[in-house]
């Protein structure tokens, strides 16, 4: 396993790379980060850094999003770096859950304007004010459609 000579004494690479120790109290999840299986266990030697781990491996998996309607949408996700991992990047790679993103930060600003615009509450506490504005906004809808 080590390849010591006489003479040769053990020099010690630091490889904590970017990674603290785990608390005693805190738990580590480790899960298989790529749909390949492999073949035969390989050993890999000279690996030094994340980087260079994550070049070796190119880890990947296929993630099937459920839609509204119970459809699926199958996407690939790749990680070059530990900052892939984060909710933002994951995001960015795929197309589904970009859209899922922009409809969720439309919604909350929906929201945000039904609590906070005086005159939007006004008009949709009268039932007849608010018909005229969601009739407003259908033909708003209608119109863009045209004009895709």
Known sequence: MFNYEIGGNERKIDTSEAFAEIAHNKTLFVQKLTDNDPIKPEKVEGLKTVGEVFEHYKPNVKVAFEKEDGSNVLETLNFKDMGDFS??????????????????????????????????????????????????????????????
């Open 87 to 148: 909710v933002k990047n994951i995001i960015n790679q795929s197309n589904y859950l970009s859209n899922v993103n922009i409809e969720r930060e439309l919604s909350l600003n929906v929201i945000k304007q039904l609590k906070s615009n005086k005159a939007l509450k006004t008009t949709l506490d009268d039932a007849e004010t608010k018909a005229a504005f969601i009739s407003a906004l259908k033909n708003f809808v209608d119109e863009l459609e045209q004009n895709k």
